[in-house]
């Protein structure tokens, strides 16, 4: 069973950064994904950012993109939401989540294709 635990999130201003983590553990598939998600009150989940864990490859949604940047460190298993000049439209929940299928598919309708997902961490965009 793969568990995802995220962490760093927080109340910033705008135009401020913060930095998210996601730590994977427990039985992981040979190849997979992890995503960043997030959902703001009243709003439909949204998916933010991809990164296959394998080759390194990303995806982000286009209102993020030059923005926000997403890495990996495999040796630790942990993938990083770097988020940088936040906007107050930038808040919600976020989530990590993993792509067994390492698709990296950040439509809304196949979000249940990421089949494991953390608790997620707040993310408060305000001054």
């Known amino acids: 069973q793969l568990q995802l635990v995220e962490s760093g999130g927080g109340l910033v201003q705008p135009g401020g950064s913060l930095r998210l983590s996601c730590v994977a553990s427990?039985?992981?598939?040979?190849?997979?994904?992890i995503g960043w998600w997030r959902q703001a009150p009243g709003k439909e989940r949204e998916g933010v950012s991809c990164?296959?864990?394998?080759?390194?490859?990303?995806e982000y949604v286009e209102s993020v993109r030059g923005r926000f940047t997403i890495s990996r460190d495999n040796s630790k298993n942990t993938v990083y939401l770097q988020m940088n000049s936040l906007k107050p439209e930038d808040t919600a929940i976020y989530y990590c989540?993993?792509?067994?299928?390492?698709?990296?598919?950040?439509?809304?309708?196949?979000?249940?294709?990421?089949?494991?997902w953390g608790q997620g961490t707040q993310v408060t965009v305000s001054s």
């Open positions: 427990g039985v992981t598939p040979e190849h997979y994904a």
């Open positions: 989540a993993a792509d067994g299928f390492n698709l990296c598919d950040l439509t809304a309708s196949n979000a249940a294709i990421f089949g494991y």
């Open positions: 990164i296959r864990r394998d080759t390194g490859d990303t």
